[in-house]
Nanobody, 127 residues
Framework: QVHLVESGGGLVQAGGSLRLSCAASGRPIRDYAIGWFRQAPGKEREFVAG???????RYADSVKGRFSISRDHGKNTVFLQMISLKPEDTAVHYC?????????????????????WGQGTQVTVSS
């Protein structure tokens, strides 16, 4: 089993930047595809970005060109660098593990494909 802890959220003005971290313990992150999701009040949880076991990345259209996902295997941590933040990026951001993803496949985007979740970190972007 893998345990995930997100950090790095906060309050920023529109146009600002944040870097979220997802620290894993229990198993190495190289064993899994990792996804970042977010959930705004009153809305369903949605896919933001993901990285496969082979390093393939995938992004939601709404964040392409602004967000970047990366991994540090030495720290067993996945990062989500966010720039040019918009008020509509306001949400609780979660990282999650997809145990069933194929090695060379792009990260999956459905919430129910992911098995283990962190507790989330709040991102608030003011206008």
């Amino acid at each position: 089993q893998v345990h995930l802890v997100e950090s790095g959220g906060g309050l920023v003005q529109a146009g600002g930047s944040l870097r979220l971290s997802c620290a894993a313990s229990g198993r190495p992150i190289r064993d899994y595809a990792i996804g970042w999701f977010r959930q705004a009040p009153g809305k369903e949880r949605e896919f933001v970005a993901g990285v496969s076991r082979s390093g393939i990345t995938r992004y939601a259209d709404s964040v392409k060109g602004r967000f970047s996902i990366s991994r540090d295997h030495g720290k067993n941590t996945v990062f989500l660098q966010m720039i040019s933040l918009k008020p509509e990026d306001t949400a609780v951001h979660y990282c999650a593990v997809d145990r069933g993803a194929a090695y060379y496949s792009a990260p999956r985007v459905q919430v129910d494909e992911y098995d283990y979740w962190g507790q989330g970190t709040q991102v608030t972007v003011s206008s």
